[in-house]
């Protein structure tokens, strides 16, 4: 088993910062996703830890060893390719031998080892058939044995599930999860889809423009945000721009802003007359018909608005409530929520469901 560590990785392609002073550790058994929109790095990042790429600056470190330097194949590591990359003329049974073959692996073992990682991957009975015989999902567990079952220090996917159908790819989640605990293998994980990231990963890490933004657990990138692009990204957010009037005693500070007076949980210190964003998600507005009767108070915040559009969604109704000042906050509430377009409401919500970022 095998610990991660990247040291100041860039890699320049003319003009382009691919990846731009990546700095992370991954630990032992850890899935770390690699999220961000397309061209920020993540592939560039990956094929720098596989070696198909050589780094402009940086190290890369298995368990303390540099492998900068060293091709592929002399990494242990296992791939999987966006596109699956199966060989097509091979059996499933050949492509799965193909690298233990190359390894030098004695036949009996690779027998052995070829029927282990079917099971594992839940396809016991389609060693003979060729990729064509396969659906799209078959495929990708094939692809998956493949990278595994030459026993990786480290497992490289890159987005994996891409080409799958939604219901097929949400299931897929679960399976490469439960699989890679099971395993126990230390794996990075490239997607842009941020659900999945959500789903997977024990920590994310958020790239834009071959920079880290942001690494942290999935409820701490979604609660606690470092940045408006970080926020944007990962679910759907409302900002209210506002300046810091001053901090309570209870770690609140209180924003002046377009809609009057605002309470913000926030852990770092921040300056009075400070240009800050407040970000509120939007399931953490209720809305209700009356002022609530201490929204002068100190209970939590209150903005009037008019409901401008509802949507449904089955599991929630959707609503944009245009605010004064051009504000229009988006809400989430409850699928049997009774507003409608033109209503009077009230956007209540918690200081400590807000969140701050300093411009
Ligand atoms: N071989 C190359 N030559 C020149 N530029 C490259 C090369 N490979 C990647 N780039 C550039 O580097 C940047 C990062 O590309 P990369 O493939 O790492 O992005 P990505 O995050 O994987 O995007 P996507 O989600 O679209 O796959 C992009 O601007 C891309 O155009
Ligand atoms: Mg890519």
Not at 138 to 164: G, H, Y
Request: glycine share 10%.
């Amino acid at each position: 088993m095998t610990e991660l560590a990247i040291r100041g990785l860039s890699k320049r392609f003319g003009d382009v910062a691919a990846v731009d002073g990546f700095e992370l550790r991954i630990g032992d058994h850890e899935l770390i996703s690699l999220l961000g929109p397309s061209g920020c790095g993540k592939t560039t990042t990956l094929r720098c830890i596989a070696g198909f790429e050589s780094p402009t600056a940086g190290r890369i470190l298995f368990d303390d060893r540099d492998v900068v330097g060293l091709p592929p194949e002399r990494r242990n590591i296992g791939m999987v390719f966006q596109n699956y990359a199966l060989f097509p003329h091979m059996t499933v049974r050949q492509n799965l031998a193909f690298g233990l073959e190359m390894r030098g692996v004695s036949k009996g073992e690779i027998g052995q080892r070829i029927a282990r990682v079917l099971e594992t991957v839940q396809l016991g009975d389609l060693g003979e058939r060729y990729p064509r015989q396969l659906s799209g999902g078959q495929q990708q567990r094939i692809a998956l044995a493949r990278a595994m079952v030459v026993e990786p220090s480290i497992l490289l996917l890159d987005e994996p599930l891409a080409n799958l159908d939604a219901k097929l790819r949400e299931e897929m989640r679960f399976f490469v999860r439960s699989l890679q605990k099971r395993v126990g293998i230390t794996t990075v994980y490239v997607t842009h889809d941020q659900a999945e990231a959500m789903v997977i990963s024990d920590r994310i890490v958020v790239m834009f423009d071959g920079r880290i933004h942001q690494v942290g657990a999935p409820d701490e990138i979604y609660s606690r945000p470092v940045s408006r692009e970080v926020a944007n990204f990962i679910g759907l957010s409302n900002f209210v721009d506002g300046r810091v009037l001053g901090a309570g005693d209870n770690g609140e500070f209180r924003l002046e802003t377009q809609v009057g007076t605002l309470r913000c949980a926030y852990s770092e210190t921040l300056a009075e007359g400070r240009e800050v964003a407040l970000i509120v998600r939007p399931e953490a507005i209720v809305l209700s018909g009356a002022a609530p009767a201490d929204s002068a108070g100190s209970a939590g915040n209150a903005i009037a608005g008019r409901v401008s559009e509802r949507y449904f969604l089955g599991n929630i109704t959707g609503y944009r409530i245009a605010c004064a000042d051009g504000l229009v906050l988006q809400v989430q509430d409850d699928p049997w929520a009774g507003f409608g377009v033109g209503d009077e409401v009230w956007c209540t919500f918690d200081a400590a469901h807000a969140w701050i970022i300093p411009d």
